[in-house]
């Protein structure tokens, strides 16, 4: 364990004496190589600082000491690697005696690991082992998988082809939702529009009768908003965990004027909320892990690039896009291909109802999206949100 540990910190923060602390810093804020490294270096900077200056101003004024920031690092390596190390340790051997739940453990990391490492796994598969893994992985992604296809690349141990469908496993089939700015108290669950797929339903604030007022009546996608406190985000998790079978679909950060890119422009900000979401991501994936995860970016082309810098790294399974104007005019396959470099899985927020602009009905709106929605799904998104201000 030492000696790995020695060698991952060489690789990541320099070796061979003691460092300057400008040295160490300097060493923080270059560019990772690994998503290991991104970790250890961004809970570095949380513990000390996210801006390079304001660390090396600290060190100098003896605020912390240059062993202190070693020494958090260090540990933070070891645990993150020890983490790491329990994540890769699936194997055939270990959970042999129980092999369902094994399987099931497989298919609640597909979103974890990577899928050349779940291929190598199925490839040790026997042919009993395979069939259900296909069964489990159908019941938990809701998609239809070909199994022949996967029998035929598992005999022949063709992991490449293995990939491709474990990869095709973890995509969102296309589908359209609608909702509004209330909260989910606020939100009248008898409500049903059958032309969607979901219903979107926003969470801004949370009480401690929450279970009293949360009453999906069917599938629904959960919005997060940004700024939820310890308490809020406690009954969050036991809401998200308790209602798992019914959430298809995760999308966070939402809402707040001061967390999206659109309002605030001040990219300072950014690697704060980042850091936030990522918290929050490994948190859900904790109580629910086979929910998809998308993450909100604002087609705002002065604040594009900060906005994506702060966020890499973090295992987000696809895009919720929005300030697109004029959607079903615009050039979405053109839209689609701009941001399918940060994540092929892309779902289109339509904004049809804004009173402030060009107020139109709910009807009138629902009409003219499920009439376009062909133009969304053909460009390349994955599904696609109808935003309205009609309150319930």
């Not at 291929?119 to 893994?133: E, Y």
């Not at 529009?193 to 999906?216: A, C, G, H, T």
Request: proline fraction near 3%; glycine fraction near 4%; charged fraction near 30%.
């Amino acid at each position: 364990m030492k000696l790995r540990t020695f060698i991952v910190c060489s690789i990541i923060f320099g070796a061979g004496g003691l460092c300057l602390p400008a040295s160490v810093v300097d060493k923080i804020f270059q560019p990772s190589k690994s998503d290991i490294e991104t970790r250890i270096k961004n809970r570095t900077k949380n513990e000390f600082g996210f801006d390079e200056g304001l660390i090396k101003q600290r060190l100098k004024d003896g605020i912390y000491t240059e062993t202190q920031v070693k020494e958090y690092i260090n540990t933070t390596t070891n645990e993150e690697i020890d983490a790491e190390v329990e994540n890769r340790k699936i194997t055939i051997t270990k959970l042999s005696v129980e092999r369902i739940k094994y399987l099931k453990l497989l298919v609640s990391k597909i979103n974890v690991l990577k899928p050349e490492e779940v291929a190598m796994i199925i490839v040790k598969l026997n042919q009993q082992d395979l069939n259900k893994f296909v069964r489990i992985l159908q019941k938990a992604y809701g998609f239809r998988i070909e199994q022949d296809k996967f029998y035929d690349a598992w005999k022949t141990k063709d992991v490449k082809t293995l990939v491709k469908l474990i990869q095709k496993a973890r995509e969102v089939e296309f589908f359209t939702a609608y909702g509004n700015y209330q909260n989910f108290e606020d939100i009248d669950f008898s409500k049903k529009e059958s032309q969607f797929n979901y219903r979107q339903v926003l969470i801004s604030e949370m009480s401690y009768d929450w279970r009293e007022k949360f009453k999906p009546q069917g599938n629904i996608l959960l919005t997060i908003d940004y700024g939820l406190d310890n308490r809020e985000i406690k009954a969050l998790l036991d809401l998200i965990g308790e209602n798992k079978d019914k959430i298809k679909l995760i999308i966070l950060p939402w809402g707040s004027p001061e967390v999206n890119p659109f309002d605030n422009r001040n990219i300072s900000t950014y690697p704060g909320v980042a850091n936030w979401c990522r918290r929050m991501v490994y948190s859900i994936n904790e109580v629910a892990p086979n929910i998809p995860i998308f993450w909100t970016v604002c087609a705002t082309h002065e604040t594009l690039a900060a906005w994506t810098d702060a966020f890499k790294g973090i295992p987000f399974d696809g895009i919720n896009l929005w300030n697109i104007n004029n959607s079903f005019k615009s050039p979405l396959s053109e839209i689609y291909r701009r941001f399918s470099k940060y994540h092929k899985n892309i779902i289109l927020s339509v904004f049809e109802c804004s009173p402030d602009t060009n107020w139109i009905s709910f009807e009138e709106a629902k009409k003219i999206n499920l009439e376009n929605s062909h133009k969304v799904k053909e460009a390349g998104f994955i599904g696609e949100i109808l935003m309205m201000n009609e309150k319930d």
